[in-house]
């Protein structure tokens, strides 16, 4: 085996191959998210789509990710151990993402054809969930407790980067040579990352493709459960604990501000100041870089620092102050430097918020489940985008944009309110259920909390 060419590209035995592989995949991951999340609203609101037009596509683009919490059952229940538990399911998940994107380049839709982007955005972002399921869960399998808040950063910097590349290169591609462009563009980045896929190993002796020789890792033996009774039972102890449902209302209200703020950037930019999608893909683009920078230097070193819980406090923080100052500016929003302030600023305390708080989630999951259970928590933040497009869609007739600016207001103060008072868990406990299976010479190996 250490003849073979790549034998030394194993996971489980590098810590630098662990955390590039993180960043890089989410940098995949951004890609569908800068294009259908980002580039297409802002062509939509320049071509003169309305608020609930651009809401209802990002509304439905989004739902895949509030229902991927099924891909977790399903990734924790069956997998091609041989190939390792998660690999297989990222390299399927996107090849569908290419084809999909080829499809749409081929298809065509018209600014107008807003049932066709919709559906579209969603059958995209559905693949785009199971490739996040995925990666999600190998973080979680392969990652020391050591590595978890600089990995966090690594992942959501990656994925504020790669939407980064693909808002600013899909929406200049859009406004000189057409959407088509901008879905190949897409494609053929996703499928360089997915050949790097390919070349990996999660762990020693595990094969590269189904038909490659490998053999299934003692570990992910133990570890995979293999059938649906002890996957939902094992979950739902795991939900039902305390700290995991106060946990809830904070991911629905980091879930609630995006689905908000996705769509009123190009709504203000093209409505205030009457910007192209080229100008407002390009703002978009250069404040996802930043947030992409925060992510990997800012955000991984205040978790590593002060922890997640105080982390998450100071972001919310942040996030209160930002958005009251545009509702008490909401006659200023036409003025060039607050606009661009407010891009930059949400878009890089989204980030930062998403990387401090994510320990917090990988802390809480079972191992057995981790897929599933860590998923759910996604799914829940990603719920509260779905709630957010809705209510930016409805904001005509609940009066006007500055009142959707209020509402999320209200969900960062609970969220505050709940990092405040209640103790979620450090990284120095191991779950009751897993540490009795543990001391009875059964379960997996032990992941800490």
């Known amino acids: 085996m250490g003849h073979e060419p790549g034998a ?14 993180l960043f890089i995949l989410y940098v995949a991951q951004g890609v569908p998210i800068g294009l259908f999340w980002f580039a297409i609203p802002a062509w939509m609101a320049a071509q003169g789509a309305s608020a609930a037009d651009v809401g209802y596509v990002l509304g439905l683009t989004a ?9 977790g059952f399903i990734m924790d229940r069956y997998t091609f151990l041989p190939m390792g538990r998660r690999r297989v399911w990222i390299i399927g998940a996107q090849m569908m993402m290419i084809l999909l994107m080829g499809l749409a380049a081929l298809v065509g839709p018209k600014h ?25 869960g190998l973080a979680v399998d392969i990652m020391e407790e050591d590595e978890r ?28 040579l057409g959407p088509a462009a901008a879905y190949l563009i897409s494609a053929g980045f996703v499928g360089l990352i997915t050949l790097y896929v390919v070349w990996l190993r999660e762990r020693p002796g595990e094969g590269r493709l189904p038909w490659s020789a490998g053999r299934v890792h003692p570990r992910n033996a133990r570890v995979h459960v293999g059938a649906w009774w002890p996957i939902i039972t094992t979950t739902c102890r795991s939900l039902i604990a305390p700290a995991s449902l106060l946990w809830i209302p904070v991911q629905l209200a980091t879930g609630f501000h995006y689905g908000v703020l996705t769509g009123a950037t190009p709504l203000i ?34 978790g590593d620092r002060f922890g997640a819980r105080k982390a998450s406090i100071a972001v919310l923080i942040a996030f209160l102050a930002l958005n009251g100052t545009m509702i008490a500016l909401t006659s200023l929003w036409s003025d060039l430097l607050v606009y661009r302030g407010f891009v930059f600023g949400w ?14 989630s990988m802390r809480l999951c079972d191992p057995r489940v981790a897929a599933t259970q860590f998923t759910i928590y996604m799914a829940i933040s990603n719920f509260g ?62 992941v800490l909390n």
Not at 8 to 21: C, D, K, N, Q
Not at 149 to 173: E, H, K, N, P, V
């Open 149 to 176: 808040a600089r990995g966090s950063g690594m992942m959501f910097g990656g994925q504020a980067i790669g939407a980064a590349l693909a808002t600013s290169f899909t929406g200049m591609a859009m406004a000189r």
């Open 347 to 360: 878009l890089v305390l989204d980030t930062l918020i998403t990387v401090v708080s994510q320990p917090i």
């Open 385 to 446: 985008i779905t709630m957010g497009a809705w209510v930016l869609g409805a904001s005509s007739a609940l009066g006007g944009l500055p009142v959707v600016f209020v509402a999320v207001v209200t969900w960062h103060a609970l969220a505050l309110l709940l990092m405040i008072v209640v103790r979620y868990p450090g990284g120095e406990v191991v779950t009751a259920s897993v540490a009795r299976q543990l001391a009875e010479g059964e379960g997996p190996e032990p």
């Open 269 to 302: 930019g093209a409505g205030e100041l009457g910007w192209s999608e080229a100008q407002v893909t390009g703002l978009v683009g250069a404040g996802q870089i930043a947030a992409g920078i925060a992510g990997l230097t800012l955000g991984g070193w205040i």
């Open 8 to 21: 030394g590209w194993i996971l489980a035995e590098s810590r630098r191959l662990r955390l590039f592989t």
């Open 63 to 71: 739902l895949p990710w509030t229902l991927k919490l099924v891909n």
């Open 112 to 136: 107008d054809d807003i049932a066709l982007l919709a559906a579209i955005g969603f059958l995209v972002n559905m693949a785009t969930t199971f490739q996040d399921v995925a990666v999600d």
